[in-house]
């Protein structure tokens, strides 16, 4: 007897899934067993459905297919959730199955019941409850066409049960896979575009995640308006590289000269981006918003025209109406602020005469200098955000993902896992927090069950390190963020994966060196700076005001010895060495 899950695996294998990421679980065993007897379909074990999901929006960012992940009933899909709400916000391609209790119980308070098609309404684009087997294979292909198209989660809440029962099979249809429509604004919208840029004297281009694969187009639009290029953060990987108009990214994990191009130009143009802090906007600009989803148009500042359509798309026709400006100035002058601004940070970077801590600056200055040209880098959120995003650097073929919308602790490994499983022969690294590292340290299990040579870093400060920066500004005293931290090498080691700590900096690139070129998962445990402070390109009145009462509070808690690491670190160290 053909089973409804068989039809099920069939049509998700048909649209070219390699793998399902999960957990089993009794509700799910129906699914689990028949993806065991296809050929064509692989299981994806994890330690934490958590975990799965991070894989499986992973494996769909560099994929850019359909990725899937699965989870048993209750707990089992509930722990999906943080992982899909990352997903969805980083707008990939991903497929949920989440099993339910028999569809007879739904409603009686029945062991492990929950509801998931309420639950995981908010982070997807579709979320349904299968009661039938009748409503199968149906639903299942509107939803992976939907999460394909929409680009985002699709949750299939499908009871235990009507996995196992009898399929009735369905008309062969072709294989659900991505379509690449060409989508411009209409010749009217272009020409208003066109117009306001002409008249404009210094433009400035901020780029983000939608300008993937537009590299050559934006370029040619930087050249004919003479306009310096600013990155959000996931527009760092599409456009750093190869590109004379760039001066950095701004923002929160910024610098000065991505801020300074932004505020000094007369006209802002926005390319596929969703960069959501109003005060790095700047004060006096027209701005011109292209985005290929209309309900993003003018969603973080107001504009003064807003464009649907593909960013390649729409350069492509855009360009025609464009004058090419002569003046140069503001290009220029933008471009020599990037490169002293570039020195200031390149020279933090350093192994600081071999002192201990270790300055993060000079882990992901080293890790970048010692990565393969393909490498896949993964930083968990917080302080490895800013490092990476600084001293990473782009070529074209390396990829930087990570979650940068959602923001989650935790998921360079459980990413990390899904990108080794796309890409078996590519370099995957994860840049990990301490905090982050721990919360799911169970999935370094996951890499030596699975043979998945991931390499990770630790950046371990004992700290909740970027809260604590937060709190300084705020004028918190630092509270509740110490982290009492094992050698997370001897874990790792005990877990089976090759590791060394490092607390001198004289040995951390042979450490680096060591682990990259190790066969299986690796991990190099780097003890770096508590106090390394990572400052945004303008501070405001109420940053400074807050710094100045953290430092007031700090010493009438009987703290100073803080302030003085804090000086030592930042400064001093600086200063005289």
């Known amino acids: 007897m053909t089973t409804v899950a068989d039809t099920l695996v069939e049509i998700i294998a048909d649209a070219g899934v390699p793998r399902v990421y999960g957990l089993p679980g009794d509700s799910l065993n129906g699914f689990t067993d028949a993806i065991r007897r296809h050929p064509g379909l692989a299981w994806a074990h994890v330690r934490h459905e958590e975990a799965a999901a991070f894989a499986a929006a992973a494996d769909a960012a560099l994929t850019g297919e359909l990725a899937v992940c699965a989870g048993s009933c209750g707990p089992g899909n509930l722990h999906l959730i943080n992982g899909l709400f990352d997903a969805n916000r980083s707008r990939v391609p991903v497929l949920a199955i989440a099993a339910q209790i028999p569809a007879s119980e739904i409603g009686s308070g029945y062991f492990q019941e929950t509801h998931p098609q309420e639950l995981f309404r908010e982070c997807s684009v579709y979320c349904e409850l299968v009661s039938t087997p009748e409503q199968l294979p149906r639903v299942l292909e509107i939803a992976m066409r939907t999460a394909i198209e929409r680009r985002g989660v699709a949750v299939v809440v499908i009871p235990g049960e009507i996995f196992l029962a009898s399929s009735a099979g369905r008309p062969k249809s072709a294989p659900i896979r991505a379509t690449h429509p060409v989508i411009r604004p209409d010749d009217a919208e272009l020409a208003r575009a066109a117009g306001i840029l002409n008249g404009a004297k210094a433009v400035t281009i901020l780029g983000g995640a939608g300008t993937e694969g537009a590299h050559a187009q934006v370029l040619a639009l930087a050249e004919k308006l003479k306009a310096p290029l600013v990155h959000a953060l996931r527009g760092k990987e599409f456009l750093e590289y190869d590109n004379p108009y760039d001066v950095g990214m701004t923002g929160l994990l910024g610098f000065a000269s991505g801020y300074r191009a932004m505020e000094s130009c007369d006209a802002l143009l926005m390319l596929g981006t969703d960069f959501p802090y109003p005060q790095f906007y700047p004060s006096k600009a027209q701005i011109v918003q292209v985005d290929i989803r209309g309900e993003q148009l003018g969603k973080r500042t107001p504009i003064d025209l807003g464009l649907v359509g593909d960013v390649g798309d729409t350069i492509d026709a855009l360009l025609p109406l464009l004058e090419e400006k002569a003046n140069r100035k503001h290009l220029d002058s933008s471009v020599a602020h990037y490169g002293k601004s570039r020195k200031g940070l390149d020279a933090l970077a350093d192994d600081d005469r071999g002192r201990e801590p270790i300055h993060p600056q000079y882990v992901a200055r080293l890790v970048s200098e010692l990565a393969s040209d393909d490498a896949v880098f993964i930083p968990d959120v917080g302080s490895p955000v800013v490092w990476a995003a600084r001293y990473l ?52 299990l996951t890499l030596r069950q699975s043979k998945l040579p991931v390499k990770i870093v630790v950046f371990d400060n004992s700290s909740l390190n970027f809260v604590e920066v937060e709190m300084k500004a705020a004028g918190f005293v630092n509270f509740g963020t110490d982290l009492d931290n094992p050698d997370f090498a001897a874990v790792a080691s005990a877990m089976g994966l090759h590791a060394q700590r490092v607390e001198k900096p004289g040995e951390l690139e042979g450490a680096l060196r060591a682990a990259f070129a190790h066969p299986g998962p690796a991990l190099v445990n780097v003890v770096t700076a508590r106090q390394e402070l990572s400052i945004p390109p303008t501070v405001t009145a109420e940053q400074a005001k807050g710094f100045t009462l953290y430092a007031i509070r700090t010493i009438l808690s009987g703290r100073g010895d803080e302030l003085v690491d804090l000086a030592d670190t930042n400064i001093l160290r600086r200063l005289f060495r």
């Open 393 to 444: 650097t782009m070529n074209g073929r390396r990829r930087l993902i990570g979650s940068f919308s959602h923001g989650t602790m935790a998921n360079a490994v459980p990413h990390a896992i899904g990108a080794q499983s796309a890409f078996p022969d590519r370099q995957v690294i994860a840049l990990s927090g301490d905090g982050g590292l721990s919360m799911l340290l169970g999935e370094l």
